[in-house]
């Protein structure tokens, strides 16, 4: 229901409805997040409008909440991502992390590849989906993403849908948050892009503490200050790092973001 396209790029009313959504998805992440043998919740459930209509309702346009809480973040860095398109139009989203320090330190006797421990993203506090069991598969934040528009023959299911945007940002936590603002950059403010991966961001991390880059003006972040947010700028590299291919009628056109190494490249 919000009208972001009117709020501004960027502006501090903008960025604050982001961040208090933010704070509603991770809490639900951290509760209902897990091997899909063993949810709670489906994600038909989850993405349902009145559960969203519920979870919408605990957001003050106004003033950031101080107790809306993710679970502690599980999973650390090691990732890759790379996008990847041919003449004949396939896509592919491909995502890779061994987990943090190199994953399992050990490596296959004559394979030269090293296991990932992504069981370190599993949770102790019990009677979670997530909460560590024999035969389960634990949280992660890997998100391959893709986009996808209507063909011209639409179907409920999606099925009809043509390829557009091939993409992903890695980054642990930063993840799900970074894909947001990437998205909306693009497909609502219409960005390229290359200027969606080059806009600023914030990264909110527990409570009201929130991190943006040094790009974002003094003036919208004391207006986040005076909503309650306590707004850290930051010179790190914690906001993610991005790759993505749109296809075009003929060819295609792709960005590489400047946060990390990478390229586009094409022939």
Do not use: C, W
Request: glycine share 12%.
């Amino acid at each position: 229901p919000y009208d972001l396209k009117a709020l501004g790029q960027n502006s501090a009313p903008y960025l604050h409805l982001l961040i208090e959504a933010k704070k509603l998805a991770y809490a639900d992440l951290a509760q209902y997040d897990g091997d899909p043998d063993h949810l709670t919740l489906t994600p038909a459930q989850i993405l349902s409008d009145p559960f969203i209509e519920e979870r919408r309702s605990h957001i003050d346009p106004h003033r950031a909440a101080t107790r809306v809480d993710p679970g502690p973040a599980r999973t650390g860095g090691e990732t890759i991502y790379l996008s990847v398109a041919d003449k004949d139009g396939n896509m592919v989203s491909f995502i890779n992390s061994l987990f943090d320090e190199f994953g399992s330190g050990i490596v296959v006797p004559g394979t030269g590849f090293a296991l990932q421990d992504r069981g370190a993203g599993f949770t102790l506090e019990p009677g979670l989906p997530n909460t560590v069991a024999p035969g389960k598969r634990p949280f992660h934040t890997l998100i391959p993403g893709f986009v996808t528009i209507p063909g011209p023959h639409p179907t409920p299911d999606g099925s009809g849908d043509r390829p557009y945007m091939s993409f992903g940002l890695m980054g642990g936590a930063m993840q799900a948050q970074g894909h947001v603002q990437f998205l909306l950059d693009h497909l609502v403010f219409g960005m390229s892009v290359q200027a969606a991966m080059d806009a600023g961001r914030f990264r909110h991390m527990r409570g009201t503490r929130v991190l943006v880059e040094p790009v974002l003006p003094d003036s919208v972040i004391a207006a986040l200050k005076a909503m309650g947010h306590d707004v850290s700028v930051s010179y790190e590299r914690a906001f993610g790092g991005s790759q993505a291919i749109i296809r075009l009628a003929h060819g295609y056109v792709a960005g590489s973001d400047p946060r990390k190494d990478g390229e586009a490249a094409g022939y």
